[in-house]
């Protein structure tokens, strides 16, 4: 059985940095990180395939890695100069098959609550 379980979000000044967590468990060849902003749709920010190579959007290029710790069974999105724009809940994603750098919602089947993260001062 899949179950995602993110982490870390909170209130964080602009200028700041957060590392958020996604606890995986069961069998995923590809996890990624989306996120749902009040602007816009969810968006695709990077992605991690088993073999450890990893997809970021050019949008998200600069201040966001994408990682993992195979022995904690966990992904980690690190984001840095936080702004305001970045407000919105954060989900990780995962699935079995497909490309892993196609970061398009639709093809994850797997996801977790979301966790909120809030820039402001």
């Known amino acids: 059985q899949v179950q995602l379980v993110e982490s870390g979000g909170g209130p964080v000044q602009p200028g700041g940095s957060l590392r958020l967590s996604c606890a995986a468990t069961?069998?995923?060849?590809?996890i990624a990180w989306f996120r749902q902003t009040p602007r816009k749709e969810r968006e695709g920010l990077a992605s991690?395939?088993?073999?450890?190579?990893?997809t970021v959007a050019e949008y998200a290029k600069g201040r966001f890695t994408i990682s993992r710790d195979h022995a904690e069974n966990t992904v980690y999105l690190e984001i840095n100069s936080l702004k305001p724009e970045d407000t919105g809940i954060y989900y990780c994603?995962?699935?079995?098959?497909?490309?892993?750098?196609?970061?398009?919602?639709?093809?994850?089947?797997?996801w977790g609550q979301g966790t909120q993260v809030t820039v402001s001062s």
């Open positions: 994603a995962g699935k079995r098959l497909g490309n892993c750098g196609y970061l398009v919602a639709g093809t994850f089947d797997y």
């Open positions: 069961g069998d995923l060849t590809c």
């Open positions: 991690i395939g088993n073999s450890g190579w990893t």
